[in-house]
């Protein structure tokens, strides 16, 4: 017998995506029932009652999770949300219901070995409920107490080899595609890369010094499968520099019908037999592939790496192999001044340990934010408030005609004093000899 009536979530078991109340319900039975004889450290009833409360806000249509919470580890300035429910009397089992960020490893692979010993611990000293993963990455362990987190935090690191996330002011925790490891068009490591700076800015992450957020995304290519250019203040976007690479009999296959275009992804409808000009050729946004006597043709120059062609017939063509990254800033929800997805700050950076081009750009990003950027301002509000060209000058990148998408309308122009002959000194009765008033 459930603790509370919850007729309106009772529905969303029905139908066939899988059903979170049935799982909580799950859990919930799997609690009272303690097989496994675990001395719970926070109520065993936090799910029924977690249910219960949500069945409220379902019935109020508003939340009851009071404002707030300021909850931690010794060391660290985030990591752990805290929450406190508004019916605690009601709803004693999440009266305390704070969430903690654990750092994911890249690309989200694991083994069950490491996922069993997670659940192991959070099973006894949390409400066993996850969510896998936050929209940023981590491993988010959804309720406990107050008095668990610094034993959970103990645990983690001393039993799982295992940090927190990221939260607050600071550098959150970074997250990358799966890059090379399961994907032939992964320009770079991703995961090596997006643990490397991980590691290196630890501090930057555990402890807040920066006005506000700052987030790093990993993407092996442009098709960006962790959307790094909508939702990093830096995305790091796999590319090359050479010729997309050809394998003429291979397009031969594509046009023939031995290969299904774009790995069968459309196999859903019938759209008649695969047509190179009209799905590739005609849409290339540049305009730069032909065939030429049965053969496809690239020009290089011309071709922007929109990755369509590749994404159609990935058999035939592959990424080149002068490899490396561009940087985009700026990307951001939008709270306060309007939504933005990066903007292009580095065309192309190689990707070689330990990545010193890459760290100096970050770097000198840094220090011109954590200086000039107001209160919870993000660095790309700060970009528009004092100009790319701060960005450019900060980070010491000349300006270069892939910086715009095309050159501003207006003739409000600034220009540097020692850039104008004469400077800005002048003298009006100078001025007064050859005009009179
Ligand atoms: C034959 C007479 C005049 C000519 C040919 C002339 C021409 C112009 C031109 C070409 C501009 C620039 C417009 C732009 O921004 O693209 C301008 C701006 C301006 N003119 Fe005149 N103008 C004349 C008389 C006057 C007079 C008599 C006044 C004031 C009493 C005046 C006040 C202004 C002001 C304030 C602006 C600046 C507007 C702004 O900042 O956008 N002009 N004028
Ligand atoms: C008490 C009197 C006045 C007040 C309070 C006033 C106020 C203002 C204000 C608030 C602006 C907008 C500034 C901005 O946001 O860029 C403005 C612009 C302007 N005012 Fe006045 N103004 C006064 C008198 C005058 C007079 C007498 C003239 C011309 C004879 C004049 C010509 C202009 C012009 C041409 C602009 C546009 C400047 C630009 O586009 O950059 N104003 N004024
Ligand atoms: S972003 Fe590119 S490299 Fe990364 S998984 Fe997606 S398609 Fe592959
Ligand atoms: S990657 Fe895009 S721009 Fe380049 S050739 Fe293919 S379709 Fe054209």
Same mark, same amino acid.
């Given at each position: ?6 007729? *309106? !979530? ?46 409220? $806000? @379902? ?44 750092? /994911? ?12 010993? !997670? *659940? ?6 949390? $409400?066993?409920?996850?969510? +896998? ?44 595609? %799966? ?13 090596? !890369? ?18 506000? =957020? ?21 995305? @790091? ?5 050479? &010729? ?10 594509? %046009? ?24 590739? %050729? ?18 290089? =120059?011309?071709?922007?790496?929109? +990755?369509?062609? %590749? ?29 933005? *997805? ?5 065309? @192309?950076? #190689? ?18 934010? +954590?200086?000039?950027? #107001? ?7 700060? +970009? #528009?408030? /004092? ?5 450019? $000058? ?23 004093? &020692? ?19």
């Amino acid at each position: 017998m459930a603790k509370h009536d919850t007729p *309106m !979530l009772d529905q969303l078991e029905s139908g066939p995506w899988p059903s979170f109340v049935s799982d909580l319900k799950e859990q919930a039975e799997r609690r009272a029932k303690n097989e496994e004889g675990v001395e719970f450290q926070i109520p065993s009833d936090v799910c029924e009652d977690l249910l219960g409360v949500l069945e409220l $806000s @379902f019935k109020h249509g508003r939340t009851h999770w009071k404002h707030g919470g300021i909850v931690g580890v010794f060391g660290y300035g985030g990591g752990v949300i805290g929450r406190y429910c508004d019916q605690p009397e009601r709803f004693s089992g999440v009266a305390h219901f704070h969430t903690m960020r654990v750092a /994911q490893p890249g690309g989200k692979f694991y083994t069950t070995d490491f996922l069993r010993d !997670l *659940m192991k611990l959070w099973d006894f000293r949390g $409400s066993g409920i996850t969510n +896998m993963h936050g929209s940023t990455g981590d491993i988010i362990f959804l309720g406990t107490t107050t008095p668990q987190l610094e034993e959970i935090f103990f645990e983690l690191t001393h039993n799982l080899n295992q940090d927190l996330g990221g939260s607050g002011s600071n550098l959150r925790t970074p997250a990358d595609c %799966i890059g090379s490891a399961r994907c032939e068009w992964s320009c770079y490591d991703t995961q090596a !890369l997006c643990y490397y700076l991980t590691e290196e800015y630890q501090d930057e992450l555990h402890r807040p010094a920066f006005p506000y =957020k700052f987030k790093f995304k990993f993407d092996g290519c442009p098709n960006c499968c962790v959307a790094s250019i909508a939702r990093a203040d830096i995305s @790091f976007i796999g590319t090359w520099k050479d &010729d997309i690479k050809i394998d003429q009999e291979a397009v031969q296959g594509y %046009i023939g019908g031995e290969f299904l275009p774009n790995g069968g992804a459309y196999t859903g409808r019938d759209w008649g037999p695969f047509d190179i000009a009209k799905e590739v %050729i005609d849409l290339c946004p540049t305009d730069c592939m032909w065939m030429e006597d049965g053969k496809l043709k690239i020009e290089t =120059k011309e071709c922007t790496r929109c +990755m369509h062609c %590749i994404n159609v017939m990935p058999r035939a063509l592959r990424i080149g192999d002068d490899r490396g990254l561009s940087m985009l800033v700026g990307a951001k929800a939008p709270i306060l001044d309007g939504a933005q *997805m990066g903007s292009l700050l580095v065309p @192309f950076v #190689k990707v070689e340990e330990p990545y010193d081009e890459i760290k100096e750009v970050i770097e000198n990003m840094w220090d011109w934010w +954590m200086e000039e950027g #107001k209160n919870r301002e993000r660095i790309g509000e700060l +970009m #528009k408030r /004092q100009g790319f060209q701060k960005l450019l $000058s900060v980070t010491g990148i000349k300006p270069d005609a892939r910086h715009v998408q095309e050159p501003r309308t207006n003739p409000y122009i600034f220009w540097n004093e &020692d850039e104008v002959e004469g400077g800005w000194e002048r003298d009006v009765d100078e001025y007064r000899k050859d005009h009179q008033r």
